[in-house]
């Protein structure tokens, strides 16, 4: 990590019955966005990297480190990088979605993001947030805790970063491109990777193969990351089990599982503990999709090796044994899953879930159709149509321009209104037989919300053009999963069931296919922030929209001025 330069900040003192000095720290990154040129499946295509390197290099910080990351564009795409899951709270111009809070950075130009990390530890990470340059533009975020803090776990041996991707054959811009002018599904993925390699699974890759070696009875700390672009994924490990102790860079109650299911844009940090003796073997640690739609999918499996370090024997030599993995479309496990992810809610980690709701939310997602243009044929799933996806049948459109720049200024007229509809317009039956007309309405609407409302949001699936789960991420806020459910949610009922207790904290939920997951949280960050399916062609077609939350009274409650290096469009 030669390229990181840590300065000292501040001196912070905390006056306890003993004075003790914590050093707070700016820690300096440069990311050269670069072109690369890798081989993966006996193909060699030039990819975009950081620095050279793919996956990207790790950023590595301590619970309330402020972050300096100068992005440097020396390719031809305009480009954004996104901290996932950081609250950002009042810095919403270092956030990263192109056109939401920033204009892109331009070939040959500079940008630096400026962010502090507060009140999260744990793993999230950085990704691209323009087209689908993500495919290749994505590393790990670790978040330490604060010097003199501890895990509230057992301490690892070792910690590893676990990065699942996507590998195209060819330019994931093409594939993108391609799919939005003919209207119709993109090209799926050639296959799946861990650290960047396909493993012995894929055509000419078992060199391309990710090793583990481990040594008995020892604890490893896995910082599972699914970094892919369009594929919900289960992965276990043969003939071991994992605790689950952190999400999204929140830590939950430990729960074991010999199975783990991370949508793209989640994170999730698992203890490993290995066999008290030599086993004679090696085991496989696979990851295949969770596939709920109707669509076609990379229906292919990932592998890498987990083996015990001995000294006299080559793994070559050594049978291996592989895990058993949920049916690809086992809805009942991913719900049960989900269920079991609960904040550690003690009075170390206490949590504040709103218990009284000022503004209430009933959002639709799911897919639709939009019409073909005139004089051309398209691709789309009904009579000549394109593909389309949207938020309560709103399909939102990005401006030409940075949203959040638009509404700093007061220069807001034609670039965004503010009337998105708190429930949807027409209702129907969600989740039985969909409607005739299964067109999208097009637009740039904002839902806005006074400083520190507390916010219930009620996301449903629709069945327009079959049920599906979309993993919804929502940028500057970490949020409470407070309930969730199969079928059309009810606001009578289903209240009642909601934990306000020990909810589990994220920033990224599956939406469960054919049901409804309810959120909570307070509107304490302002600015604009985008909230889309992390599903990448989803988003493409439009499974996305904003929230614009106010300033509060006090300095610490406003949006910071943009810096003065912000890029134009």
């Known amino acids: 990590m030669g390229f990181v330069k840590i300065l000292l900040l501040c001196l912070c003192v905390v006056v306890t019955l003993f004075p003790q000095l914590v050093v707070c720290i700016t820690r300096h990154y440069t990311f050269n966005i670069e072109y690369m040129n890798v081989t993966r499946l006996c193909h060699t295509r030039t990819i975009l990297s950081v620095n050279g390197k793919f996956p990207g290099p790790r950023l590595v910080a301590r619970e309330g ?59 999230l990470f950085w990704h691209a947030h323009i087209s689908w340059l993500r495919a290749t533009l994505y590393g790990p975020i670790i978040i330490l805790p604060k010097h003199n803090e501890s895990y509230p776990f057992q301490k690892p041996h ?10 195209y054959n060819v330019d994931p811009e093409a594939v993108i491109n391609q799919a939005l002018q003919t209207g119709g599904g993109p090209n799926v993925s050639d296959a799946y990777t861990i650290n960047g390699l396909p493993g012995p699974f894929y055509n000419c890759s078992s060199k391309d193969t990710f090793k583990l070696k ?52 989640q994170t999730t940090n698992v203890l490993l503990k290995t066999k008290s003796y030599f086993p004679n073997t090696t085991f496989l640690m696979v990851a295949r999709p969770y596939v709920t739609g109707l669509g076609t999918f990379d229906n292919s499996t990932l592998a890498g090796i987990l083996y015990y370090k001995q000294h006299n024997s080559s793994i070559k030599n050594l049978p291996f ?37 000022d503004k209430k939310f009933f959002f639709t997602v799911g897919l639709g159709t939009s019409p073909c243009p005139k ?50 317009l027409n209702p129907f039956n969600y989740t039985g037989t969909p409607p005739n007309n299964t067109m999208v309405n097009n637009g740039t609407k904002l839902v806005v919300l006074q400083f520190n ?43 009642a069931k909601f934990n306000l207790v020990d909810p589990v904290e994220r920033n990224t939920i599956g939406v469960p296919a054919g049901g409804w997951v309810a959120i909570r949280f307070f509107a304490d960050n302002p600015g604009v922030w985008f909230m889309h399916c992390h599903l990448e062609i989803h988003t493409s077609w439009g499974l996305r929209m904003a929230w614009l939350v106010l300033d509060g009274q006090e300095s610490n409650q406003k949006l910071q001025p943009p810096p003065s290096d912000l890029p134009k469009c």
Not at 236 to 248: G, Q, R
């Open 158 to 167: 070792k910690e590893i970063p676990i990065l699942f991707g996507e590998w």
């Open 65 to 123: 480190d402020r972050v300096l990351v100068k992005v440097v564009n020396h390719i031809s795409n305009n480009v954004t990088i996104h901290w996932h899951g950081v609250r950002q709270k009042t810095t919403g111009w270092s956030d990263g979605p192109a056109y939401v809070t920033q204009c892109p950075i331009q070939t040959n130009q500079t940008y630096t993001y400026n962010f502090t990390i507060t009140g999260q530890r744990g793993t």
């Open 453 to 495: 409302t507390s916010v219930e949001l009620v996301l449903q699936d629709t069945s327009i053009l079959g049920a599906e789960s979309h993993p919804l991420h929502l940028h500057g806020y970490d949020f409470f999963v407070v309930g969730q459910g199969f079928g059309n949610y009810d606001p009578n009922k289903d209240p």
């Open 214 to 265: 481990v040594k008995p009875n020892k604890t490893y700390l896995l910082r599972i990351i699914n970094a892919a672009l369009d594929e919900e994924l289960f992965f276990s490990i043969a003939n071991h089990s994992l605790t689950v102790v952190e999400a999204d860079a929140r830590y939950t109650k430990p729960f074991n599982t010999n199975t783990i299911l991370i949508t793209p844009g």
């Open 375 to 424: 004089n051309t044929t398209c691709q789309g799933p009904i009579n000549n149509t394109k593909f389309a996806a949207s938020v309560s049948n709103f399909s939102f459109v990005l401006p030409s321009v940075s949203i959040m720049q638009a509404y700093y200024f007061g220069k807001s007229n034609g670039v965004y209104k503010t009337d998105f509809p708190e429930t949807p």
């Open 321 to 357: 044994l592989k895990p058993i993995i949920p049916q690809i479309n086992d809805t009942n496990f991913a719900s049960n899953f989900s269920r079991k992810f609960k904040s550690l809610a003690d009075s170390k980690f206490p949590i504040n879930v709103p218990k009284k709701v």
